[in-house]
Structures are given as structure tokens and as C-alpha cells.
Nanobody, 121 residues
Framework: QVQLVESGGGLVQAGGSLRLSCAAS????????IGWFRQAPGKEREFVAA????????YYADSVKGRFAISRDNAKNTVYLQMNSLKPEDTAVYYC??????????????WGQGTQVTVSS
């Protein structure tokens, strides 16, 4: 089992940057794929990005390709989501999730509590 805590959200102007962190507990962090999802008010949760267990593969939603970058530091049990060129439509609660099989799908087993990202125009 793994517990996840997101941080780094906040209010930023359009065109700005934020870096989200997902800190995990447990000694088996490296066995999990880690994904970032987001949910805007009135919308369904959607996939944003994912990184494989050993960090060799990364995956992105088309809407964030070229602007967001996901990375992981297994020594620190942390995954990062660097978000650049932010747009108002990136406004959402961002969640990180862990699973030992799933990468881009919704079937992650473990979820954090979320962190709010608000992009003003």
C-alpha cells in the first residue's frame, strides 16, 4: 500500500509556471506507475500525465504535451509535474495516483487528496 500527498498548487497568471509534487510513503514506491489527473468544476476527472515505475517512459494528454513535464525521484519517493505556459483551462484540482499496472487509464488503486491549481487570465 502507498499513501500520496500532493503539494505545490496555487494561483498563477496565464503563461506562468507551477511545479506540483507528489510525495509517497512506503518503501515500495519504485514498483508503482504514477499518474497525474485533474478535475475541473462540472467536468469529469481526466488524465494529464504518467511516468512508469523506473521512469523510463512518460505519457501525456494531448492538451498538455510540450507544456507539462513529469519526472520522478525514487530516492525521494516523489514525482513532480512541471507545468509551464499555463492556461486558464488548466484550472482544476490535480490529483496524483499510483498503480503497479495502470499508466494512462482511470483504474489507479491509490489516490492523493488533490491540490488546487488556478490560472487567471
Amino acid at each position: 500500500q502507498v499513501q500520496l500527498v500532493e503539494s505545490g498548487g496555487g494561483l498563477v497568471q496565464a503563461g506562468g509556471s507551477l511545479r506540483l509534487s507528489c510525495a509517497a510513503s512506503g518503501r515500495t514506491f519504485s514498483r508503482y506507475n504514477i499518474g497525474w489527473f485533474r478535475q475541473a468544476p462540472g467536468k469529469e476527472r481526466e488524465f494529464v500525465a504518467a511516468v512508469s515505475r523506473v521512469g523510463g517512459s512518460t505519457y501525456y494528454a494531448d492538451s498538455v504535451k510540450g507544456r507539462f513535464a513529469i519526472s520522478r525521484d525514487n530516492a525521494k519517493n516523489t514525482v513532480y509535474l512541471q507545468m509551464n505556459s499555463l492556461k486558464p483551462e488548466d484550472t482544476a484540482v490535480y490529483y496524483c495516483a499510483a498503480d503497479d499496472l495502470v499508466t494512462t487509464g482511470p483504474g489507479y488503486d491509490y489516490w492523493g487528496q488533490g491540490t488546487q491549481v488556478t490560472v487567471s487570465s
